[in-house]
């Protein structure tokens, strides 16, 4: 079977939303391709494709082919200055070549008397607009001609066309009095056709500092890497570049410096920020043992730690990358507007044209002959209509990321708006997963009962110390905690979800819940009673079997998160449905969902079974997101339409979530929610107004309604308009920043 294998590119020379419809399209094309992902907001792609039947060469091949230039790129870019610096000295350019254009073409407005006639006047126009299409124009007019060679169309095209018509027109008139001696009885365009490319420009460079704004997430997180780190070698503090450090190193790291990479902390105490990361405010105190990240900033002592992780492979790095990603996913609701943009251009041309031909026999002698094609092919806009969407991605996520909420994607962002399910796995995820043993009941005489406590703690601690269950760790903890001394076990099998049975000396021991009782048919009946009023308490109940007769029971307490019964109760007051699974029994499970106000649970449910049970209530018609911290939880989180791991979960976990959330706390779930509602509903101002601004600017500017109110665009205001179009659908984009703070 062919491998698949994923490229990322970078691509310079697009201009609007229909070039990255035709690289898109281009790109499909090819055998091999499998997926194709452009993004105009980033200009960016993901390419995924066979390696057997293709190589990165020939994809780069044929993104020169279409008219543009692609570059692997395996890093995110945050040298967004340079597009926005170029895009600065174009139109600062272009601008100080139209002012004496313009100042010449209105010398009667302003007063002004040359000493020249109409020819000589057209003549210098000429002249002076002519530097304003060589050199700050160039570019346009350059992929223009390049989209033409390729028998394809493009935004670029749109504004030649109609600046070149206005051009020729003039040069036209020019000529003819020149040549011929004709009396000059038209209208110059010169200042139209330069003022066209400045306010392009201008739009552009606008634009490109707002794209640079929006997509700051991931220069921000760049920006956390330290470049230098002090390493501890032989004893001595060496000052090494970042990218130098390797596993296993010692580093030093004095008092508001930032942490050079993931590791443990071996000497020393500090409190550490870790805001810009987890977005938790609070600093957090660390302890030798305890992990730290690279890119938080060290509070006011210093401390050694060894490295774990570093580069893309430490936890900062992570997240660049998934934040990365999300903002090259396209959003469901994006497929309409790039099916429009692909067919655009070439429908603006043939309105353009209908127009110029309609006036022709109207009126052929009115100024509205050319200026209304003009504006018509310099006032449509697939641009805002290609912005629309990934802008508000962009910000979106960046602001999630902020908020230590790392979300996969667009797609991600709108399908939370849709979710009207919530299940939540309990352990760890509604609980905090540090069980603690509550109370005992053992069977035999009162005045047995202290001996027998300890027999049962000593047998059941010793049966369960070969295993990582936190019942087991409970358990354990325990009999420390008492002074009991373990006993050797061997002969361990455990029973996922169920409990296990050892070897504890010459006695066989079980300890489990009553699924496992029953089945190897030990009688607890004795106990049911007490276990029924602990389980009511929300308690979970281990009992302890010795010889195949059972001998008591420990009650276990998970204590619920503070936060998570407002959580649940915003949740369901915004008419979401909230469901808990739990291993625990009937009884107990009733009891943690009385205390979280939940109508809703699924009890005994085994490890295997929670992606049966989100798979049945997707196949219901509900869209379901998935809560969890687990390895146990994986499966699940992937059934689900959302998976959603804590931060504190498993790497698995993390893996096949949706979303994480570092913090790890349930009211970042909230923020999860209130992000994407809003950036959906950016997403969806955004699409109106792209299509709102072309359904209602392109008629006018064909002069429809000229004959009856009057009412026309000459081309100057076209290419102001088309100009602010994109740039305010970029900062309505940004108004999820101001949300944000």
Known sequence: MAKKKKINLKISGMHCAGCAAGIEKGLSKLDGVEKVQINFATTTSVVEYLENQIDEKHILDEVTNLGYKAEIS?????????EHLEAKKRFLLSLALTIPVAAVSMKDMLSLTLPFDKPVTGLILFLLTLPVFLFPGRDIFTDAFRQLKHKRANMNSLIALGSLSAFLYSSWIVTESLIWESSITGFFYYETSAMIITLILLGRFLESRAKAKARDAIGALLRLRPNKATAVINGQEIEIDTAAVKPDMILFVKPGEKIPADGQVIEGESSIDESMITGESVPVEKKIDEEVIGGSVNGNSSFKFCVKKTGDNSFLGGVIRLVSEAQNRKAPVQKLADKIAGVFVPIVMLAAFLTFGIWFLVDPLSPMLLTAPVAVLIIACPCALGLATPTAILTGTGWAARRGVYIRGGDILEA??????????????LTEGNFEVVAMETIGEDEEEKKNEARMIQL????????????????????????IKLLPESKLTEFPGFGLQAQVGENLVIVGNRATMDK????????????????????????????DLAIGFLALADKIRDEAPQVLNEISQSGRKVVILTGDNYKTARGVAKTLTVGRFEAGVKPDQKAIIVETYRRAGYNVMMVGDGINDAPALAAADIGVALGS???????????????????SLLETFNISRMTYRIIKQNLFWAFAYNVIAIPIASGLFYPVFGWSLSPVVAAAAMAFSSLFVISNSLRLLKSEK
């Open 74 to 82: 395996n890093s995110p870019d945050i040298n967004s200055d340079t």
């Open 416 to 429: 939370v708006v849709n979710v009207d399910h919530v299940i939540f796995d309990k352990t760890g995820t």
């Open 460 to 483: 059941a601690a010793s049966a369960e110390s070969g295993s990582t269950h936190p019942l087991a760790r409970a358990i354990v903890a325990k009999a420390r905690k008492l002074e």
């Open 520 to 547: 190897e048919k030990i009688d607890i009946k004795i106990l049911a009673d007490k276990a029924g009023k602990e389980m009511e308490k929300g308690h979970t109940i281990v009992y302890a079997a010795v010889d």
């Open 649 to 667: 979960g498993t790497d698995v976990a993390i893996e096949s979530a949706d979303i994480i959330l570092v913090r790890n706390d349930l009211d």
